[in-house]
């Protein structure tokens, strides 16, 4: 009978154990899902997106990812589960699922699905495929050609093939679905590429390719005008033909447009860092240090956005559910547009 207790309690003691430490495992786990509250912002913003619930989610340069669900600020970071402090891209499927890309210490991107963060796992693929729910991520960290394509399921690796006459290795900095539901590319130094579902078409002028600049800027952003033209943060804009409607041996034609956007013939401002449409047509064009211009068709206007009367450097615009424009900074924060100016965002 004694023995009869002494393996009953011993058998007590340890349920009693595991059901602890997996209690104390779920509370801890819970609480890496809630994140870290805090009060600011991190300095470094670099990209900004609403989600489908209306919460804004701030990509930073060094401290992670912060959701803001208009009461709340919260930070995650590497110790919440995500796989680097550096968000360079944030995206969502149509089920609701966020994706945060990595370019740097490496590429890497993961899915979060409200609770938890799940670094996905690619697989090379020659297959390009064109669906209409399928997410394309960007490859920019080393000059490997390569892009991400991700189907509900499967992240697939592709690489994307070299333009005409060009073996340049290139980083994918930009990546844009256009009205039609075409793919397109902006890459640094070879151009640009449209994919249509079956076939690839570059455009290589030298404003995209940028050896004329070393390489220094590449396509950042890829904006369709009201038009239907294409803006590819250079001085100029192109007029894009399908197999129907081409007027040209081309599928492309280049046109002068703005030029600088600060209208002097030798203008450093011919290029830019990210450009958004508004809800008015308008066209909106980030600037490292010089700012931000809105051009409506015919004239531009320039804002400024500043520090203590000092200029500060920019990342990025976004358009947001309401159709309010966000800027990502430097080292200053977020901002929002009240209208008539840039104000930085505080809770």
Sequence with gaps: M??????????????????????????????????????????????????KKNNYWFGSWETGVYK?????????????????????????????????????????????????????TSVPSKEWKLQPNDLWFKHSYEFENKIYRYDGTTLYELLLPNPPNLTNPFGVYSIYKDQKGNIWFGTNPVGVCRYDGTSFNWITEEDVTEFRNEGANGVRSITEDKNGDFWFNTEYRYSIYDSITLKSNNFYTRHESIGGLDSKKNSDLDEYLSTVRDNNNNLWFVTYRDGVWEYDGTKITHYKVQDNLKNITLFSIYKDNDGNLWLGTHQNGAYKFNGKTFEKFSL
């Design 68 to 120: 803001y669900d208009g009461n709340t600020l919260v930070n995650y970071t590497t110790k919440h589960g995500l796989a680097s402090n550096r968000i360079d891209e944030i995206k969502e499927d149509e089920l609701g699922n966020l994706f945060f890309v990595s370019c740097y210490p490496k590429q890497n991107i993961v899915k979060y699905d409200g609770k938890s963060f799940i670094t996905l």
């Design 2 to 51: 004694k023995v009869f207790i002494f393996l009953f309690l011993s058998v007590l003691i340890l349920f009693t154990s595991c059901n602890g430490q997996t209690k104390n495992t779920n509370q801890s786990k819970e609480l890496l899902e809630k994140g870290d509250i805090v009060k600011e912002l991190g300095k470094s913003v670099m990209v900004i997106y609403q989600d």
